[in-house]
C-alpha cells in the first residue's frame, strides 16, 4: 500500500508491521510538543499505536488460529487493517471480525478492574494511565462493534445468526436421527 513503511523488527503472528508517514509525522509532532514530559509523550504515543496494534493483532491472532495466514498489518493515523489469507467461509470472516474487539477487551477489563478496586488509581503517574488506558480500549472496542462500513460490527454481528441457524440445524437434525432410530426400534 502507498504512504506505508516497514517497521523491520516488528512482526506480529507472523504479519509484518507497516506504519503510514502520516502517523510518523504526528508521532514526532507530539514528541516535539511534549518536550518538557518525553514521557508523557512516549507514553502517550505509544498507547494510541498500542490500541490500534492490539486491534490488528487479535484479527492476525484468531486468524492464523483458525489456519490462516495474516500477510501484513498496517498502522494509519486513525485506523489499522491486517491483510490475511481469504477465509473459506462466512463463518471464519465474523469469528476473524471479532478478533479486535476480543483483544482490546482482554486488555480493558483487567485495567478498569485494577483501576477501580486497587490502590493503583490513587498514584499520581500510574492511576491516570491505568485508566485511562482501560477506559479507551474500552471504548475503542465498543465503536468498533458499530455495524458501520469498515468497522468490525459489519461482520462480527452476522456470527450471531449464522451460530442460531447452525443451533437449529443441529437440533432438527439431532431430532431427525432420533426418530429414525425410534422407528427402527418399532419395527423391531
Not at 47 to 68: D, K, N, P, T
Not at 134 to 144: E, H, K, P, Q, T
Request: proline content about 4%.
Amino acid at each position: 500500500m502507498k504512504g506505508y513503511i516497514r517497521v523491520r523488527f516488528l512482526n506480529i503472528f507472523g504479519a509484518p508491521v507497516q506504519i503510514h508517514w502520516s502517523a510518523l509525522v504526528v508521532m514526532g509532532f507530539l514528541f516535539i510538543v511534549s518536550v518538557r514530559t518525553p514521557l508523557l509523550a512516549i507514553i502517550t504515543i505509544c498507547s494510541y499505536f498500542g490500541f490500534i496494534l492490539l486491534h490488528e493483532a487479535g484479527h492476525a491472532y484468531l486468524a492464523r488460529r483458525l489456519g490462516y495466514r495474516p500477510r501484513e498489518i498496517y498502522l494509519g493515523l486513525f485506523h489499522g487493517y491486517c491483510t490475511l489469507d481469504a477465509p473459506d467461509n462466512l463463518r471464519d470472516e465474523c469469528i476473524i471480525a471479532w478478533g479486535g474487539v476480543l483483544a482490546q477487551l482482554v486488555v480493558a477489563v483487567p485495567l478498569i478492574v485494577l483501576n477501580q478496586t486497587t490502590p493503583l488509581a490513587q498514584l499520581s503517574f500510574t492511576g491516570p494511565i491505568v485508566a485511562f488506558l482501560g477506559f479507551i480500549s474500552l471504548i475503542f472496542a465498543l465503536v468498533n462493534l458499530l455495524p458501520i462500513r469498515n468497522l468490525d460490527g459489519i461482520k462480527a454481528w452476522q456470527l450471531i445468526s449464522i451460530e442460531i441457524k447452525h443451533f437449529r440445524n443441529k437440533a432438527a437434525a439431532k431430532k431427525s436421527a432420533q426418530d429414525v432410530i425410534r422407528r427402527l426400534k418399532n419395527r423391531s
